[in-house]
Nanobody
Framework: QVQLVESGGGLVQPGGSLRLSCAAS????????MGWYRQAPGKQRELVAAVFSNGFTNYADSVKGRFTISRDDAKNTGNLQMNNLQPEDTAVYYC??????????????WGQGTQVTVSS
C-alpha cells in the first residue's frame, strides 16, 4: 500500500555532512509520526530522530546538536540533515512512517535502508 524510498547515504569523512531523504508513495490518508532509525553491525536498531504530527521532535542524545529532522506532509517526504558526522554514526539508516486511514486505523512502514559510512 505504501512504499518508502530512502536516498542520500554514502561515504563521508569525519566532520562531514550528509542529507538523507525519505519519499513515500502510495495511498496515504494522514501521517502520524515519522522517524529515522539506525543499526550498526552487531548492535540493536536505535531511534535517531523523530518528528510527530504536532511538530515536536525528539533526538537521541548522541546526535543532538548535529542532526536535524524535517518533514513535508504535502509532498510525503522527510529528511535527516546530518552534520559533523563521526565514525560512531556509521550504520544503516532506516526511515519509518506511521500513518492513519479514514477509519483511524494505524499502519507502520519501513524503508529499505541506506548505508552511511564515516571514515577518513
Amino acid at each position: 500500500q505504501v512504499q518508502l524510498v530512502e536516498s542520500g547515504g554514502g561515504l563521508v569523512q569525519p566532520g562531514g555532512s550528509l542529507r538523507l531523504s525519505c519519499a513515500a508513495s502510495g495511498s496515504i490518508f494522514s501521517i502520524n509520526d515519522m522517524g529515522w532509525y539506525r543499526q550498526a553491525p552487531g548492535k540493536q536498531r536505535e531511534l535517531v530522530a523523530a518528528v510527530f504530527s504536532n511538530g515536536f521532535t525528539n533526538y537521541a542524545d548522541s546526535v543532538k546538536g548535529r542532526f536535524t529532522i524535517s518533514r513535508d506532509d504535502a509532498k510525503n517526504t522527510g529528511n535527516l540533515q546530518m552534520n559533523n558526522l563521526q565514525p560512531e554514526d556509521t550504520a544503516v539508516y532506516y526511515c519509518h512512517l506511521s500513518t492513519r486511514d479514514w477509519r483511524t486505523r494505524s499502519y507502520d512502514y519501513w524503508g529499505q535502508g541506506t548505508q552511511v559510512t564515516v571514515s577518513s
